[in-house]
């Protein structure tokens, strides 16, 4: 409940900014971490949710690049497609993106990124060329060209067979619900732990340079900084509630945090914090 209640009182509360400034710097990493925590498994909830949604998912995408294509004991059956087959790279990236969880992540791929080719051997552009693929989809394994694995489909799938329609990839998204959640909540740890960094240190510098009176240091606006940024991540959190992704979030919730950050410089204590009366004694 304390840390509930810290999280209201960095946004809402103007006078909080006072106890924040004496605070440990173990306390304030502490409220970092559960931040982060706190807002990754949001994140990783509602993510897996979506992927996984009959509607909003990404089984009808899966069916529309592979359609027709199935894994059958192991190996990869084309379903009458002419070899080698590329996916558009923009349907791709769009599909890779919703596996990490980030938008525009991977941008517009090239057209040749990931190339189907069950033939043996397979004939695709040799890598190192400018035309070679990064994976190829062969027809016992995947070839990741960039570090030059073989992945058997049975290991990255854990199955032996799954049909590439829209039913059968949402019956394999339901099944495997937990790891998706895992998934996303690693990825969004990872994720979160840069932005929540970047936007402290950030608000902390941005602060600093722009403060009529830096005589508190710049460690004082770190410690505000870190506070303020509780904005970002739950603003992150609670959009990915409801399903939207997009690259603009960032930028909208770091200016909530940068009100937030000069609003609790304003209502500064006019006496110096604790610490500093510590040290200066």
Not at 53 to 79: C, K, P, Q, T, Y
Not at 136 to 144: H, Y
Not at 239 to 262: E, K, P, Q, R
Not at 265 to 281: L, V
Request: a neutral charge; aromatic letters at 12%.
């Amino acid at each position: 409940m304390k840390f509930l209640s810290d999280l209201h009182r960095a946004i809402f509360d103007p006078l909080f900014s006072r106890e924040v400034a004496g605070q440990s710097w173990g306390r304030v990493a502490l409220f970092m971490v559960k931040l982060l925590v706190f807002a990754s498994l949001i994140m990783g909830f509602s993510k897996a949710f979506y992927l996984a949604h009959s509607e909003r998912g990404i089984a009808a995408l899966v069916n529309a690049l592979f359609g027709g294509m199935e894994i059958r004991d192991g190996r990869l059956l084309a379903g009458g497609r002419e070899m080698p087959y590329a996916p558009p790279g923009d349907a791709l990236a769009a599909l890779m993106d919703r596996f990490v969880g980030q938008p525009n992540f991977f941008g517009r791929l090239p057209e040749n990124f990931l190339v189907v080719d069950t033939r043996d051997p397979p004939t695709a552009p040799p890598a190192g060329t400018e035309a070679a693929p990064a994976i190829i989809l062969k027809e016992s394994s995947v070839r990741f060209e960039d570090v030059r694995v073989d992945m058997p489909y049975e290991a990255l799938i854990g199955k032996k067979d799954l049909e590439f329609t829209a039913s059968s990839v949402q019956e394999y998204l339901n099944s495997r619900r937990t790891l998706v959640i895992a998934h996303f909540t690693v990825m969004s740890l990872f994720f979160g732990f840069f932005s929540i960094l970047m936007s402290a240190f950030f608000l902390s510098v941005a602060a600093y340079i722009f403060s009529a009176d830096r005589s508190p240091g710049y460690r004082y606006f770190l410690r505000i900084a870190c506070y303020s940024v509780t904005p970002v991540m739950l603003g992150g959190a609670l959009v990915s509630l409801t399903g939207v992704s997009a690259d603009w979030m960032w930028h909208v919730f770091i200016v909530v945090s940068t009100i937030v950050m000069f609003r609790a410089m304003a209502n500064r204590s006019p006496d110096k914090p604790a610490e500093e009366k510590r040290e200066a004694q």
